[in-house]
């Protein structure tokens, strides 16, 4: 069974840099097929889709938040990371890690979210 849990800090400045944490256990993150994703949720509102870091390594963001966007791994670990730089309360949001998977072209396992507050 495949798990995946968020951490990071619950508050974060304006201005400042929000950094997330997804280990993972019950399996790799360098297994083929699988693309390890960051989405959130606004207060209100819809899910966003963040970006994420495939099985080899590559990263895709969304256009809207690239800029400040990174995305990286650490395979020993099994963890992959994200950071979101010079962040506003509109960065206010519930985060989620989760696993798509390409052959069933949907998004098998998430992580239960964490609360994510922008405010000084």
């Known amino acids: 069974q495949v798990q995946l849990q968020e951490s990071g800090p619950g508050l974060v400045k304006p201005s400042q840099t929000l950094s997330l944490t997804c280990t993972v256990s019950g399996g790799s993150i360098t297994t083929n097929a699988y693309y390890w994703t960051w989405i959130r949720q606004p207060p209100g509102k819809g899910m966003e889709w963040i970006g994420y870091?495939?099985?080899?390594?590559?990263?895709y963001y969304s256009p809207s938040l690239k800029s400040r966007t990174l995305i990286s791994r650490d395979t020993s670990k099994n963890q992959f990371t994200l950071q979101l730089s010079s962040v506003t309360p509109e960065d206010t949001a519930v985060y989620y890690c989760?696993?798509?998977?390409?052959?069933?072209?949907?998004?098998?396992?998430w992580g239960q979210g964490t609360q994510v507050t922008v405010s000084s």
């Open positions: 870091i495939a099985y080899h390594g590559s990263t």
């Open positions: 989760a696993r798509w998977y390409s052959g069933y072209e949907a998004y098998d396992y």
